[in-house]
């Protein structure tokens, strides 16, 4: 399963298997990653503009219904002429579309909306969803409730009455856990396009150079490589300044700073997520305290994690080591996550204390070992790793040292 036309019916089979065991007959993808988990193509107006609602995925239940791709008639003009498995669904925009050499028999010629309207969206859904025959009694269907502005769920509930609605964030949460060959791919090359920019950043690192000179650094880096891939998140902190900012700080390294990377690149909408730290010179006493209390913390993690593991074990063991190696007091929420096509790079389940999943062949995660101390800055290891059979497989290749320049 390494292509997207490989991907996308594991995806509904498994989306199908769930719905099956839920009794739910459909699901419902509002958000732009889930969307684009179930379609194979991402909205540009959710993406970029961060429209609600703008596009949607359906699945049903019944294997012998065509799944649905819901967009506006304009993102619709796009899309490949066929994508197996769905049928299209398309809305008006404010945008009209010409058709000179009468391509598309199907012009719109009512009245348009002046603005984004979701709406129109809203409409179609509840229609394509009528027309499935999912308007009677009886009827379940999972979408994403938590997500969806409340005036959403309103329209639905009053366009679609009879239908139970269900939250669908579990299902989505279970599903993207687990990696198909194509998710895969893109994960690991996202990292090493990651370590690749990483270390052209990292050589910039001297007396005066800025955390914003350092992220500028990491992106150029990254649009250099193939395709022009684009970075996901820079957060990069230069001596003791650890709090995370959206525009940095004018501070300049000076001997003894720590400088920590925790970054990513975006892979065709799957984004990595590593961190490494830097000292310029000899670093203080705790900061060196700290990374050597993380580092076997780390290890064990690290040699710990593989299929049958519960995660929360894994967090318990790292902790302990932690405390045990030299920082006692050392306490986090959690230690790592799923990784994929989130926005904020962190997706469910994580390695915390209350976590019930399991780990399993097939899902990528992170293993983190922050640290972050007033006068001391930042200091971190976090590294992307695929749960094997028999084990894992971890895709980094930078040296989880404290590398001292």
């Avoid at 579990?170 to 895969?184: V, Y």
């Avoid at 396009?193 to 270390?199: C, D, G, M, Q, Y």
């Avoid at 290890?299 to 049958?308: F, H, I, S, T």
């Amino acid at each position: 399963m390494t292509t997207l036309q490989e991907h996308l019916p594991d995806v509904a089979g498994r989306a199908r298997d769930m719905l099956e065991r839920s009794g739910y007959d459909a699901l419902i993808a509002s958000s732009p990653e889930n969307v684009y988990y179930l379609s194979g193509q991402p909205s540009m107006f959710m993406y970029t503009f961060r429209m609600s609602e703008a596009a949607f995925a359906v699945v049903f239940r019944d294997p012998n219904r065509p799944s649905l791709l819901l967009m506006s008639e304009f993102e619709a003009s796009g899309l490949p002429n066929d994508i197996p498995g769905f049928s299209i669904v398309t809305y008006p925009q404010w945008i009209d579309l010409d058709d000179p050499y009468s391509l598309n028999r199907d012009r719109f010629r009512g009245e348009r909306p002046d603005a984004p309207r979701p709406d129109a969206a809203l409409a179609a859904l509840a229609a394509a969803l009528q027309a499935g025959g999912l308007a009677g009694g009886g009827r379940t269907v999972a979408a994403e409730l938590s997500g969806m502005r409340a005036p959403s769920r309103a329209a639905l509930a009053e366009r679609l009455p009879q239908v139970r609605w269900a939250e669908a964030a579990p299902i989505f949460t279970r599903l993207r856990a687990r990696k198909t060959g194509f998710e895969i791919a893109q994960l690991r090359e996202s990292c090493a396009i990651s370590e690749a920019a990483l270390r052209e950043a990292a050589g910039l690192i001297a007396p005066g150079v800025t955390a914003a000179e350092l992220a500028a650094s990491f992106r150029i880096a990254v649009t250099r490589r193939r395709f022009g891939f684009s970075e996901r998140f820079t957060t990069i902190s230069v001596g003791p300044h650890f709090a995370p900012a959206t525009v940095y700080g004018p501070h300049r390294a000076a001997p003894g700073d720590i400088i920590k990377f925790d970054v990513g690149a975006d892979v065709r909408g799957y984004g990595a997520d590593i961190a490494r730290t830097f000292a310029l010179g000899e670093p203080a006493d705790a900061a060196k305290r700290a990374y050597a209390a993380l580092r076997p913390g780390h290890d064990r993690m690290l040699a710990l994690a593989g299929p049958g593991v519960p995660m929360a074990e894994v967090f318990r063991e790292g902790m302990d080591v932690i405390r045990r190696s030299g920082l006692p007091d050392y306490n986090r929420g959690h230690l790592g996550h799923s990784i994929g096509l989130a926005l904020a790079t962190e997706e469910a389940p994580f390695f915390s204390a209350a976590e019930t999943t399991v780990l399993e062949p097939g899902m990528v995660v992170c293993i983190e070992t922050p640290y972050y101390g007033y006068g001391v800055g930042a200091v971190m290891i976090e590294d992307m790793l695929l749960i094997t059979e028999n084990g894992n497989a971890r895709f980094n290749q930078l040296t989880r040292d404290l590398v001292i320049l």
